[in-house]
């Protein structure tokens, strides 16, 4: 039986998905954050030192980060290829670099307008006017080209076979789901990107 840690508002779901499509069985450990500092509880520590969700435990291996989780589950248990692309075939680089790009390319800008955001929303009146004029700053600088860079070259992906590897739902789709429906809940106006909402449509339909 597979495990999940499950930190509560962690990235867990992506990983109980994608066992679900896999139709792997699995328990859920649940953990709960401390209600002021928002970190993870000890017990979930001893599991892990960074105490960081999703961790797996299989047959006395213990993994975490999602994008190793995928790769490992992938490997191990999608041997004929039925949610990715088998090693040596033609989608199988496009595969890992779809893979690794939802937290290493495109998780970062979103995370750092959220933060920016909560800390001009947390920060003292008396120090507000600084800290929206840091904001602005790094959103004129750095995030504002940067998110539209990479959503433009997502729309571009999805608008060839309408998923991120061909025409049917596969792993990455399920990698992808939580940043981009993150950046639908507020962070990017997604109007402008007609494929990106099409598809997210798409993901919610496969999940019912």
Do not use: C
């Not at 840690?5 to 953990?31: A, K, T």
């Not at 000890?42 to 975490?64: Q, Y």
């Amino acid at each position: 039986m597979i495990i999940v840690h499950d930190l509560e508002n962690s990235r867990s779901q992506r990983v109980m998905w994608l066992l679900q499509e896999l139709e792997l069985p699995y328990e859920v450990r649940e953990y709960k954050r401390n209600a002021k500092t928002m970190r993870a509880p000890e017990s979930l520590k001893k599991v892990h030192p960074l105490g960081l969700a999703p961790i797996i435990e299989d047959d006395g291996l213990l993994m975490a980060e999602t994008g190793a989780i995928f790769q490992y589950l992938l490997d191990k248990y999608d041997t004929e290829g039925k949610l990715h692309p088998l090693k040596g075939s033609d989608k199988y680089n496009d595969y890992i670099y779809w893979l690794h790009f939802a937290e290493g390319s495109l998780m970062p800008p979103l995370l750092i307008r959220l933060l920016l955001a909560k800390v001009v929303e947390k920060v003292p009146l008396i120090i507000k006017p600084f800290a929206i004029g840091i904001s602005k700053g790094l959103e004129a600088a750095y995030l504002k080209d940067q998110i539209k860079r990479l959503f433009t070259f997502i729309n571009d992906q999805l608008s060839k076979e309408g998923f991120f590897l061909g025409s049917k739902l596969s792993a990455i789709d399920i990698m992808m789901s939580f940043p981009l429906e993150a950046a639908a809940d507020g962070r990017v106006k997604l109007t402008q990107y007609k494929h990106i909402s099409t598809y997210l449509s798409a993901i919610k339909r496969s999940t019912k």
